[in-house]
């Protein structure tokens, strides 16, 4: 088996993951051949991690632990992700064991609007089963009060999908599956608090509006972790 996870060890109880970006490394058919062609990388999710720690180092000295998966998504095997997930998991208990909290944070993409409505960032938390007492509400709350000016000089917040405890019509990327990673790592880890983050795809553009939303959430991380 092939070593899919790259890892970078921080000094706060924060875990970010990286599951499905893809551009860390290329392998070729014979290596690890395509199976699900019509899956895409979640582009841009990987500098966004990156510059989360670089940013919070430098403003606060903090720096969380950040795991890359280093395979491209549409290669990607059960025992592919359950390597990775393994890996994760490991960083999770180093915290646990350290600190006694863990935060993971998920990241993740995406380009197509639930029906129920336009966001910026849509949790997930298999409806409030992945989380420790109201680590998503705080956080999403936090998350809707900062503000940018649009292209038309306008102000507007962040709009942020909080799911509640109950499953509600035209929601998408709620973690419910058995197979996400905030599913998985709660299932073992019951103190963790495990929060999946659906970024839409107009903040992953690597534009100043990237560089406004990183340093966004590089300081909701700070307030409501550390």
């Not at 298999?126 to 680590?135: A, E, M």
């Amino acid at each position: 088996m092939y070593n899919v996870t790259m890892a970078v060890r921080g000094n706060i109880p924060v875990v970010l993951t990286v599951p499905h970006d893809g551009g860390l490394i290329s392998f070729n058919k014979e290596e690890i051949p395509i199976r699900r062609p019509e899956r895409q990388n979640d582009a841009g999710t990987r500098y966004v991690a990156y510059q989360i720690c670089n940013d919070m180092e430098r403003r606060f000295d903090k720096r969380p632990f950040v795991l890359f998966q280093k395979v491209e998504r549409q290669r990607l095997t059960r025992e592919i992700i359950l390597q990775f997930y393994k890996r994760v998991l490991q960083e999770v208990r180093f915290c646990l064991d350290k600190w006694v909290r863990c935060y993971l944070l998920d990241l993740h993409a995406f380009k197509n609007q639930p029906s129920i409505g336009d966001y910026d960032i849509v949790l997930g938390t298999d409806h409030r089963r992945t989380v420790c007492d109201r680590f998503d509400l705080f956080f999403g709350k936090n998350l809707e009060q900062w503000f940018f000016w649009d292209k038309d000089g306008r102000r507007r917040n962040l709009d942020v999908y909080i799911p509640g405890a109950e499953p509600k019509e035209g929601e998408r990327f709620a973690a419910t599956k058995d197979f996400t990673l905030v599913k998985w790592i709660k299932g073992r880890e019951p103190r963790v608090s495990a929060l999946q983050i659906e970024i839409f795809k107009d903040w992953l553009m690597i534009d100043h509006n990237t560089e406004m939303f990183i340093k966004t959430l590089s300081s909701n991380i700070s307030l409501n972790t550390i």
